[in-house]
């Protein structure tokens, strides 16, 4: 498989991750407002007062992860799979301990049998490879990584 291919790939797998983190954040909302709809007011008035307001809690915290579910969807739609001599977002870097693909964080991804890693550009590996080439060399927790290739 040649590099634009397995950059194509590891985007389909990264927006994959995506979608289904979105799916199951909108069935928490929807339960939550199910819940919310559906509650009556009983003869235990505090009682009611605090469940409602837990669940308002919860609709916020699944508020605030949509949001971020929605920047990853912007990041995603910011990578273009052509290559660059510098690494960028939407790089695929082969170095002497692992390959990584600078897009979101989702972690390890395996194609044919080899691993990649896909990374935000902003995590603390993404940062020291931002804007370097092939033969750059960087530290990272104690060792010296070579970058070997740039696609």
Request: glycine share 6%.
């Amino acid at each position: 498989m040649i590099a634009n291919q397995i950059k194509s790939v590891l985007l389909d797998q990264c927006q994959n991750y995506v979608n289904e983190r979105l799916q199951r954040i909108q069935k928490t909302i929807e339960g939550i407002q199910e819940s919310l709809t559906s509650e009556t007011k009983s003869t235990a008035g505090d009682k009611h007062e605090t469940g409602r307001a837990m669940l308002q809690l919860e609709r916020e915290k699944a508020g605030a992860q949509l949001a971020e579910v929605q920047k990853l969807q912007e990041i995603l739609a910011k990578i273009t799979l052509s290559s660059s001599e510098h690494i960028r977002l939407g790089s695929l870097v082969m170095t002497s301990q692992a390959h990584y693909f600078i897009s979101i964080s989702v972690g390890k991804l395996s194609i044919e049998n080899k691993s990649y890693y896909a990374i935000a550009a902003n995590s603390p590996i993404g940062k020291l490879l931002l804007g370097k080439a092939i033969g750059d060399t960087f530290s990272f927790n104690g060792s010296k990584v070579l970058i070997a290739k740039v696609y």
